[in-house]
């Protein structure tokens, strides 16, 4: 694996440390009066979640971590644990449903994901960015309301409670963006 020093170190980057794997979340590069410049990066491990700060300075040398990354579409979901099978080779994975976090609703039946591999372990799962929902519930529209920055809120077929515009109703598809849990646009 390339090893970087450690002001080369971006959000994003998977590397390794204290024999585990990190991706930086959150890089800010420090110079003090005093003493010589720093980066401070705030790092999640990506094998159980927890969080970590620590300082790198230039001549600090880090493992970069190449991960790899498959398409895999989603099966069925059993006893806690998510089943994905590899698009070419036909294998199937379980991965447990946490691995998701609060976007875990968004997942639908057949839906194509990104799973990122080190070695032969799985990692991480990425679904698509944007994903159609129905609107379950909401208010009525009103007609002659304004659509400048007035949101309703609306409950999703999967559950979800999102901000919509006035203008969307019930029963009406929607696509929704699944980085910011936010409405995107009409389906």
């Not at 390794?16 to 790092?43: C, I, R, T, Y």
């Not at 208010?139 to 203008?167: H, I």
Request: some cysteine; aromatic content about 6%; proline content about 5%.
């Amino acid at each position: 694996m390339p090893k970087i020093n450690g002001n080369e170190i971006r959000p994003g980057n998977v590397i390794e440390h204290n024999d585990g794997l990190w991706v930086a979340v959150k890089v800010s590069h420090v110079k003090p009066g005093k003493g010589g410049a720093f980066a401070q990066v705030e790092m999640k491990n990506l094998r159980n979640g927890s969080k970590l700060n620590e300082r790198f300075r230039s001549d600090d040398k880090v493992e970069r971590a190449r991960l790899e990354q498959r398409d895999q579409q989603f099966l069925y979901e059993t006893d806690g644990m998510l089943v994905f099978m590899d698009m070419e080779s036909f294998e199937q994975i379980e991965l447990p449903a946490d691995v998701l976090g609060e976007r875990r609703p968004f997942l639908q039946d057949g839906m194509t994901v990104t799973i990122e591999y080190f070695g032969d372990e799985a990692l991480n799962v990425t679904l698509p960015q944007k994903v159609t929902c129905t609107v379950v519930e909401t208010e009525p529209v009103v007609k002659g309301q304004t659509a400048a920055n007035s949101f309703k809120p609306a409950v999703l077929d999967n559950g979800v409670r999102v901000m919509v515009p006035p203008f969307v109703g019930q029963d009406e598809a929607i696509i929704v963006n699944t980085e910011t849990m936010e409405y995107a646009e009409r389906a």
